[in-house]
């Protein structure tokens, strides 16, 4: 059997392939040819009078930048069609009449003379229609060899109008031009500023969340489709598809507006009270998850306006070298730019600070997770102690003298803190140091995200090491970030799960389908329930009745810590606080804090309002009322809050009268046995707070004495308010 012979090209196959390939080489010179039209087209701006409308009205398929909402929904980044306004120089010189006169001279010198007419009338009106220099109008007017002159970009609705009807008034149909274009809005203005951060002129994320998901919010390039229909309905089909346009993907943070609002508020408050040289910052967390709820830093800017500077203060001092004839125009463009960037940074992320005494938490969560401390444990305070032949002080001078662990938290006492890092040791100091993800950066999706600065380890646990751990036990002499502290004393409250902050719920599609979200991540496990439950349960007491009692609201069960820190600087300390509720189940956990309270005079501990520079003066109050205000916002119910006046019951039966407590939200407790109640605790008229339990006695009959009490009681209040009237 023979076997089949390789197929052969046949003439006719050869034919087809040689035609295909014609075809794609056509097609592809098409392409290209196609897009060198376009070009020329629009450099030449050979349009008809109605392609404006049609370029400005119709193209409707530039990519629509994604929204950016807050957890309910309240949107904080916005996408707008937009116009940018073109002019192309070189039509208009086409527009102008030929010279008139015997020599061609003549007739040059005619023309040149009636385009100077055009520029001049153009250029006044244009400047007052786009809102910008005239100067700069009549620069681009001249350059009579381009044909793409961006005379304004994004601009709003009603100015678009306007340029249609000047076009239409003036008859420049061709020579100036509206595209289509996006406008980004920031509906908030500042809030949240650092966190969402804002676009470049081209649209494209430059700083915060802008930047870091730029990539999902942009969508996809539509610039070349509004080119395309800018060249109107003549182009080959090949070009059709090529420039669809996809909108953008939408952020759903987890950042919530109204907690965003009053974390803000609180900060600006304080930074304004007591003159923080350096502005503060507020982070709020929720610790069960690491769902960032409010991140604010101090000065903001206005995202809709990011190049203007907001903080008066340097604004002040920018327009004052602007003035002066000796500074030139370089350093004052360094000097915009370096306040530039500070405003940008996030004092919260982009920077690390000293945390002081809001780390002793840690250390004491540490110590008892290796049991090398227990609540039973005494601690002794003269004011001072002696560590490797240095001195180092306690707040108090004249000492605490002997503490639980608890008060040793509540008096942020740092002779004890020393005693708890030496029990612990250097070695598992430094292991605790890491597990609770300090070396590390925390992965929270904003950009720049700055990192701590510890001893090396070599350092730390070499016996020279002993004053670093013990200035490292009450939180002095490293640095962390704000971020790193929020997250790891959210692991000290919410039993022990370090978790991985986050910003960003999810990311969906233009059709909202979900494409991606962040559950809850956990980094590692730290300490136990156990410990994690003892160490809030002081840091409970700590605001209660110790250095943290400026942050307690009545109603309100909060946790907390203060600090203070000395940053090396002068006279420049960082005073914080750091609080959660409830504080038997924290919700939230606020870190808020203020650098560089102005003293009074240098050396002062005191500003010159009188108050004491210090955490639980300064940050303590303030967190307390974000706090209760944070609680409030979500709903939770004051303990004690709603008073109600206790009503008289005695006479009724019990069952009538527990009905009558009942409504008022508070709860009979039944003394004894009978049919009615013959006697009540408190008395009737006590203002007493909802959920509170009144103590009924109940007998057969009610003793006629207080019969007789009552009626006595009645006569008198109604003569009482017989007089009232009378009077
Ligand atoms: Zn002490």
């Known amino acids: 059997m023979a076997l089949p012979r390789p197929p052969r090209p046949d ?48 193209v409707t ?45 003549a007739r040059q010198a005619d023309r040149r003379r009636k385009l100077e007419e055009t520029w001049d009338r153009l250029a006044p009106a244009l400047a007052d229609l786009l809102d910008t220099d005239e100067a700069s109008i009549r620069r681009r007017l001249e350059k009579t060899n381009s044909a793409w002159e961006v005379l304004a970009r994004k601009v709003e609705e009603g100015t678009a109008d306007g340029v249609r009807t000047f076009v239409e008034e003036n008859g420049l149909s061709g020579c100036l031009t509206l595209t289509a274009d996006t406008r980004r809005y920031y509906p908030q203005g500042s809030l949240a500023c650092h966190a969402i951060g804002f676009v470049n002129g081209e649209d494209r994320g430059a700083y915060g969340l802008e930047a870091a998901f730029d990539g999902d919010l ?10 395309k229909n ?98 030139d125009e370089d350093s004052y463009g360094r000097a915009k730019a370096q306040a530039q960037f500070v405003q940008w940074s996030s004092k919260y992320l982009n920077t690390a600070y000293e945390p002081g005494s809001t780390f002793k938490p840690i250390v004491m969560s540490a110590a008892l997770e290796e049991g090398a401390v227990t609540p039973e444990d005494r601690f002794h305070c003269a004011g001072v102690v002696n560590v490797g032949g240095w001195p180092i002080r306690c707040s108090k001078r004249t000492g605490h003298g002997t503490q639980t662990l608890q008060e040793a938290l509540m008096n942020s006492c740092n002779p004890a803190h020393i005693a708890i890092g030496q029990r612990l040791g250097a070695e598992k100091f430094y292991a605790y140091w890491k ?39 009450f939180g002095q002499r490293f640095l962390v970030t704000p971020m790193q502290m929020a997250a790891a004393l959210s692991a000290v409250v919410n039993g022990g799960h370090l978790m991985e902050p986050y910003l960003v719920a999810s990311v969906t599609g233009p059709d909202g389908t979900v494409l991606r979200s962040h559950p809850p991540k956990e980094v590692r496990r730290v300490i136990s329930q156990g410990t994690s439950d003892t160490v809030r349960g002081f840091m409970e ?96 119910e004051k303990e004690g809050g709603a008073q109600v006046s206790l009503p008289d019951v005695v006479g009724e039966p019990p069952a009538q009268a527990r009905a009558e407590l009942a409504e008022l939200g508070l709860e009979a407790r039944l003394l004894g046995e009978g049919t009615v109640v013959t006697e009540q605790v408190p008395a009737p008229g006590t203002a007493m707070p909802a959920g509170g339990s009144v103590a009924l006695t109940l007998g057969d009959q009610a003793p006629d004495q207080l019969d007789a009490d009552r009626a006595a009681f009645l006569s008198l209040k109604r003569f009482v308010d017989e007089r009232e009237v009378s009077s």
């Open 230 to 327: 800018a060249a109107g309905t003549e182009m080959p089909q090949p070009y059709t598809g090529y420039a669809d346009g996809l909108d953008g993907c939408d952020l759903h943070l987890t950042l919530d507006a109204g907690i965003q609002r009053f974390a803000e508020k609180a900060l600006e408050e304080g930074v304004q009270k007591y003159d923080a040289l350096h502005g503060g910052f507020c982070i709020v967390i929720e610790p069960k998850t690491g769902a960032l709820l409010a991140l604010a830093s101090y000065p903001g800017y206005d995202l809709n306006h990011p190049l203007d500077i907001a903080d008066r203060g340097t604004a002040d001092r920018l327009d004052r070298l602007a003035r002066d004839p000796s500074v």
């Open 541 to 636: 007491q700590v605001v209660a009745a110790g250095t943290g009692k400026n942050a307690a609201v009545a109603g309100y069960r909060i946790g907390g810590k203060t600090g203070s820190s000395q940053t090396g600087e002068t006279d420049h300390t960082i005073v914080s606080f750091a609080g959660f509720a409830p504080a038997d189940d924290p919700a939230f956990l606020v870190l808020l804090a203020y650098d560089w309270p102005r003293p009074a005079a240098p050396g002062s501990t005191l500003t010159a309002g009188g108050v004491t520079i210090s955490g639980g003066f300064m940050a303590a109050p303030m967190a307390g009322e974000l706090i209760a205000n944070i609680l409030d916002y979500l709903g939770y």
């Open 218 to 227: 942009a969508g996809e390039n539509g610039k070349v489709l509004t080119a």
């Open 435 to 473: 597990a609770f993800g300090f070396p590390d950066k925390t992965g929270v999706e904003l950009p720049g995200e700055s990192g701590s600065r510890f001893w090396p380890a070599e350092d730390f646990l070499s016996p020279n090491g002993l004053t670093s751990l013990a200035t490292a036990s």
């Open 11 to 58: 003439p006719p196959m050869m034919g087809r392939v040689l035609v295909l390939t014609l075809v794609f080489g056509v097609l592809t010179f098409a392409l290209l040819s196609a897009r060198l039209w376009q070009l020329q087209m629009v450099r030449h701006g050979e349009l008809e009078g109605k392609a404006i409308d049609q370029q400005t009205r119709e």
């Open 61 to 105: 398929a530039t990519a629509r930048r994604g929204t950016i909402f807050d957890r309910n929904g309240e949107e904080l980044a916005v996408s707008a069609s937009a116009q940018n306004v073109v002019l192309s120089p070189r039509d208009l010189l086409a527009l102008v009449p030929q010279g008139e006169g015997a020599t061609p001279q």
